[in-house]
């Protein structure tokens, strides 16, 4: 059994095999792989393209699909290893995590950051927990990482490149009006990295880059290959020969849980907005965002509807990935007793 918590838990080579899997499933999108098996999608924060490409991906394989919200139709959680639980939460992630074991083939789980101290959000402890209690695989539908928007973009990026070795692929911080959370950045540094693109990371500050967890494996993944890390506070030098500009908002992790402290700055760095005046800068790049995303805050109406464009190409691929994750994490060992 294997659970898909992070990508830097898989080879390059492993993860090339799903990504020709999504393609197998792309030109063939009705492949009754899973018949009478299921999934439980374990959502704590909103979705839209997460939730839809998941429930139709198992359809299509000829599964189903259960979705759960704990603290609305189902009860509220407890994650404290000894708690004493006499507050909101009815039920202890252990119970939580073995019963849906007996019950569903995989469980996927959706936990976003509390956005209080990231010395704890960091531990991802919501997705370690359902982890270490589950007796099936265990799928990360974004917490402080977001594996599956990886598998999309890279899918993408090779569908339109072929081959990403040596490109150079900028993944720009973007204003947004609130801080955001850096899951999709951390994700986009390791897929490229990882997948031989010499990576630039643009943000306004120092205070901008992500945690040294991601930024040591993407050094030490870039290196292996040849390749280059190069962080740059100034536009012109992120966006000069780009092949690949990859927008992303995220909050300065210095000032996480003290968001007003961090305000000025974001507010003082909206020229980060994506145009085409930075586009024309780049190597005819082409240009994506994980979505939502807010026009004219982080990128122009120009940019996002460009033919150069690959958000909702990415955005379908969403589908496919996610088909060949299920299929392989099934393929690759059977439920244990819990």
């Known amino acids: 059994m294997r659970h898909f918590i992070?990508?830097?838990d898989w080879s390059r080579e492993e993860l090339e095999k799903i990504l020709a899997s999504a393609s197998e499933h792309k030109r063939d999108r009705i492949r009754p792989l899973l018949?009478?098996?299921t999934i439980a999608l374990v959502f704590f924060n909103p979705s839209l393209r997460t939730r839809t490409s998941f429930e139709i991906g198992i359809y299509q394989l000829g599964g189903h699909a259960v979705v759960l919200e704990p603290g609305k139709g189902a009860w509220p959680i407890e994650f404290r290893e000894g708690a004493v639980m006499?507050?909101?939460?009815?039920?202890h992630v252990e119970e939580v995590a073995r019963v849906?074991?007996?019950y569903c083939d995989m469980i996927a789980v959706r936990a976003f950051p509390k956005f209080q101290r990231w010395e704890e959000d960091r531990q991802d402890s919501v997705l370690g927990l359902f982890a270490r209690y589950a007796t099936v695989p265990v799928l990360n539908l974004e917490t402080i990482t977001h594996p599956c928007q990886e598998l999309a973009?890279?899918?993408?990026?090779?569908?339109?490149?072929?081959?990403?070795d040596g490109k150079k692929f900028l993944l720009t911080w973007t204003y947004h009006p609130k801080p955001l959370n850096t899951a999709v950045a951390n994700s986009a540094l390791i897929i490229a990295a990882k997948f031989g693109f010499d990576v630039t990371l643009l943000?306004?500050?120092?205070e901008y880059t992500l945690d040294a967890r991601?930024?040591?494996?993407?050094?030490?993944?870039?290196?292996?290959?040849?390749r280059s890390l190069t962080v740059t506070h100034d536009i012109a030098t992120g966006y000069e020969g780009a092949h690949v500009v990859y927008a992303k908002s995220w909050g300065a992790l210095p000032y996480f849980g003290r968001w007003q402290d961090e305000a000025p700055i974001r507010e003082a760095h909206r020229h980060f907005i994506v145009d085409a005046d930075k586009m024309q800068r780049t190597d005819r790049a082409l240009f994506s965002h994980c979505l939502p995303l807010r026009r004219n805050v982080k990128a122009t109406d120009e940019v996002v509807s460009a033919p150069y464009s690959l958000v909702i190409d990415e955005a379908e691929?969403?589908?496919?990935?996610?088909?060949a994750l299920m299929t392989t994490l099934l393929s690759a060992g059977k439920k244990v007793a819990s």
């Not at 991601?214 to 040849?226: K, N, P, V």
């Not at 691929?317 to 088909?323: D, E, M, S």
């Open 153 to 164: 973009l890279m899918l993408t990026l090779r569908e339109r490149l072929g081959t990403t």
């Open 214 to 226: 991601y930024m040591d494996a993407a050094r030490s993944l870039t290196e292996s290959q040849g």
């Open 86 to 91: 006499d507050g909101d939460a009815e039920e």
């Open 100 to 102: 849906l074991s007996r």
């Open 6 to 8: 992070s990508t830097l």
């Open 317 to 323: 691929n969403r589908l496919h990935v996610q088909k």
């Open 35 to 37: 018949v009478g098996k």
């Open 203 to 206: 943000c306004p500050t120092p």
